[in-house]
């Protein structure tokens, strides 16, 4: 206890709350003046996949035997209602004669659309003659800034050409030419650019809504401020200490990343401020010295922060046990961010409090009764002073009728959870894209015009070993093929024959996914067939369909390692800090049933409410971890104060006292963390609404159900043993029987 009042001193003493706050300026100078930010080291095109990965092999494949085969092709969707014109072909043969002589940048071929007569051109045309597709190819190392140049080269020579921009025209327009870029070059500048743009909104958003919560609970603008300026700081250091780990390539950060992690920046570190301020708030009303106050709120808050903190960082670590890419680059921004909160939390905090104290919360000033009394008499007025019952009628409610809150809160979990068992998953990131952008409309114009498939082919190669066109009539045979092209030769092994083919569905599609191991099973066992040895080591599976198999099959091999980890993590953590087997298990199983519930809630308003046919396949494992990590929080933060107060008190008193003393806190901070994962509900991508849904339903249940109801209620029922094998069940029944003696 001295060694925590001890740094209690040492972070808000009387001299050293201005050095710490000193540390904080210099620290955030310092690193922001030598190290570059976060933001100028993100990477886009960062692989997802590991190198060993089927769709990765059969790339490396296509790229060494197939001119062009491991290019990126961007699909340009020229389309007029009523047809097109001649004069609209010309342009275009235009267009690519200019492109094949001078290319774009990052540009890697072109069809040679330009030499092709008017007549072979027109064979290309949709059926009603008013749609052409043409492709123009970008090399595969370029990332999304440089494709985004070389489009944007390419929409500025197309509007010079036509003289109007078509790609500004609109697609149902009877007398403009429209053009839209949409295929993997299309669909990766518009999903970068989706976050980009997101970025200052996502920012702007949560930091307004923190502030308007923070005001309407509280009605303290110093106060509000506070958390804020704890945030800011810790963002000050966190930024340009990844942006040094991304730039010495130590790690990797993608636009993702830095979203996700200002908005858990902001809801968690607003959390940990408010343990902290919430407990100082209630000491100044016991305490004359503002600085007795804030010591002992620092002993009494310190050790569950940090556990907290501790918990939440570890879980977002287990994250690097992940081989899918996007998972992995997850782990390292979003731990080192919390932690470094934390140590906000537990030395700038304080320091701001230490400075400000009292007036923190001005114009609502606590003070004891004493010196309210004290106030009042030297304004010639009467104090109304009262001290206020620290239980709260939730607190005696769990107390009296254990089994009815028990019972109630489980059916109503229960129920909630049950939906889980519903929900529907997709990998088709066309879905997550608003109707109205860009490579959507081209896409969708594809599809109604043409084969969804062509928007982007599935290519499969084989090593026929001399068999001529080994496979070609057993794909055109496929019922889920729409067209198969003429076999190609490998350039260096000629054995070595591709087919492109075009599926009959949308290429990025659940259904079509799962043709993947079919296709590859036709391929192996026509081999095989064909007396070719060990076919199963010779066909390889390319395009996007191929990788959203292989991302859906990794994503699935991460969950199943991540979530019993962090399970394991948080329970062993929580043996540690609790030293109670059955309050371990009991605190885990509600965090689990609560995650449960809020993907069955979550679906219930993403499927029914918004009509969602399904969900993001990575959105469970980013809510598990969240929610099972940060719901913890509360339950530690509350457990805390009753694990104190049960040294000095029955154990239900201290139940009744504990949950409402944590009452106001907790609910605060839940509601701002519930707000700031639902500011990314405001974002136009699906993958973000439907995180933010989950993740913020997920921790209304905990705030104001897990917490409130069910962990003390269960606590009640268990009575003593709730705290097996703690060595301080001598002191609640010590207690039982001082207060029988007292009675008597």
């Given amino acids: 206890m001295q060694q925590e009042s001890g740094f209690g001193r040492f972070v808000a003493g009387k001299r050293s709350k201005w050095i710490t706050l000193a540390v904080w300026i210099i620290i955030v100078g310092v690193l922001s003046a030598l190290w570059p930010m976060v933001n100028k080291e993100v990477q886009n095109n960062a692989a997802n996949l590991e190198e060993n990965t089927p769709s990765v092999q059969a790339e490396k494949v296509a790229a060494e035997q197939f001119s062009g085969g491991s290019s990126v092709p961007a699909l340009l969707v020229w ?27 990052y540009q890697d071929s072109v069809p040679p659309f330009d030499k092709m007569p008017a007549q072979a051109l027109k064979k290309q045309l949709s059926e009603d003659q008013s749609t052409f597709v043409t492709p123009v190819l970008f090399k595969n190392d370029a990332d999304s800034d440089q494709l985004k140049e070389g489009v ?28 839209r870029v949409t295929g993997p070059v299309g669909i990766s500048i518009d999903a970068v650019g989706l976050f ?14 923190v502030l308007v919560i923070l005001l309407l609970i509280y009605r303290s603008p110093i106060l509000a401020l506070i958390p804020l ?42 959390d940990y401020c408010l343990f902290l301020i919430s407990h ?21 808050t310190s050790g569950a922060i940090a556990m907290s903190g501790f918990t939440v960082v570890l879980s977002l670590l287990a994250l690097m046990l992940a081989k899918y890419g996007a998972y992995h680059r997850f782990a390292i921004p979003f731990s080192v961010s919390i932690l470094v909160m934390v140590i906000a939390s537990l030395t700038l905090v304080p320091a701001l409090l230490a400075i400000f104290g009292r007036v923190s919360f001005y114009p609502f000033i606590p003070r004891t009764p004493e010196m309210e009394e004290e106030r009042a008499r030297s304004k010639g007025k009467t104090a109304h002073t009262h001290r206020r019952k620290k239980e709260s009628f939730i607190g005696r409610l769990v107390v009296t009728k254990p089994w009815m809150i028990v019972i109630v809160t489980l059916v109503v979990l229960g129920g909630l959870a049950s939906f889980s068992s519903q929900v529907k998953f997709t990998y088709d990131i066309m879905s997550s894209f608003p109707k109205d952008m860009e490579s959507r409309e081209g896409y969708d114009m594809i599809g109604k015009q043409f084969s969804p498939g062509e928007l982007a082919p599935v290519k499969v190669m084989v090593d026929s070993e001399g068999q001529p066109d080994v496979l070609g009539k057993a794909l055109t045979g496929l019922p889920y093929v729409e067209k198969a092209g003429q076999q190609v030769q490998g350039e260096k092994n000629a054995n070595i024959l591709a087919y492109d083919i075009e599926l009959k569905m949308n290429p990025y599609s659940s259904e079509a996914i799962d043709l993947i191991p079919e296709l590859r099973s036709t391929a192996v066992q026509t081999l095989k ?25 990794t994503g699935d091999r991460d969950t199943m390692v991540i979530i019993p980890v962090v399970i394991g993590m948080i329970t062993l953590l929580l043996l540690v800090y609790l030293r109670s087997i059955t309050a371990t298990i009991y605190l885990i199983l509600t965090v689990i049933l609560s995650y449960f519930s809020a993907l069955g809630l979550g679906w219930i308003i993403i499927h029914y409410g918004l009509g969602a046919d399904a969900i993001q396949g990575a959105i469970p494992l980013y809510s598990f971890v969240f929610l099972v990590a940060l ?27 504990g949950v409402g003393e944590t009452s106001s806190v907790i609910t605060s901070a839940g509601l701002i963390l519930a707000g700031t994962f639902a500011v990314l509900a405001s974002l136009p991508i699906q993958v973000l609404v439907q995180f933010g849904i989950i993740t913020a339903v997920g921790v209304l249940l905990d705030t104001f159900i897990v917490r409130p109801f069910l962990v003390p209620a269960v606590t009640t029922l268990l009575g003593r043993f709730a705290f097996w094998p703690s060595k301080h069940v ?15």
Avoid: C
């Fill in 79 to 105: 389309h007029r209602e009523g047809g097109l014109k001649d004069e609209d072909l010309q342009h275009v043969q235009k267009l690519y004669a200019e492109w094949s002589s001078t290319p774009l940048p």
């Fill in 152 to 179: 944007v080269q390419l929409k500025e020579q197309a509007s010079k050409e036509f003289g109007a921009d078509p790609f500004a025209a609109k697609q149902n327009s009877t007398s403009e030419l429209s053009a």
């Fill in 196 to 209: 980009k743009n997101a970025d200052f909104k996502l920012l702007m958003g949560t930091v307004i809504l």
């Fill in 229 to 270: 300026i704890a945030v800011g700081f810790a963002y000050g250091a966190i930024s340009p200490l990844l942006g040094l780990m991304a730039s010495k390539g130590w790690i990797t950060v993608d636009s993702q990343a830095v979203s996700i992690m200002t908005v858990l920046l902001f809801g968690a570190g607003t």
């Fill in 280 to 300: 100082f708030r209630h000491l100044l009303k016991e305490e004359e010295s503002k600085g007795k106050a804030l010591l002992r709120a620092i002993t009494e």
């Fill in 529 to 553: 067939d064909a007396g070719v040895t060990s076919p199963e080591d010779k066909v390889w599976i390319s395009g996007q369909t191929a990788e959203q198999y292989d991302t859906r099959e």
């Fill in 631 to 657: 719901g913890e929080d509360y339950n530690i933060f509350m457990i805390s104060s009753i694990w104190k107060k049960r040294k000095v008190m029955p154990l239900k008193q201290a139940i009744k006292e």
């Fill in 730 to 744: 001598e002191v609640e029944e010590k207690a039982a029987r001082t207060e029988a003696r007292i009675e008597l």
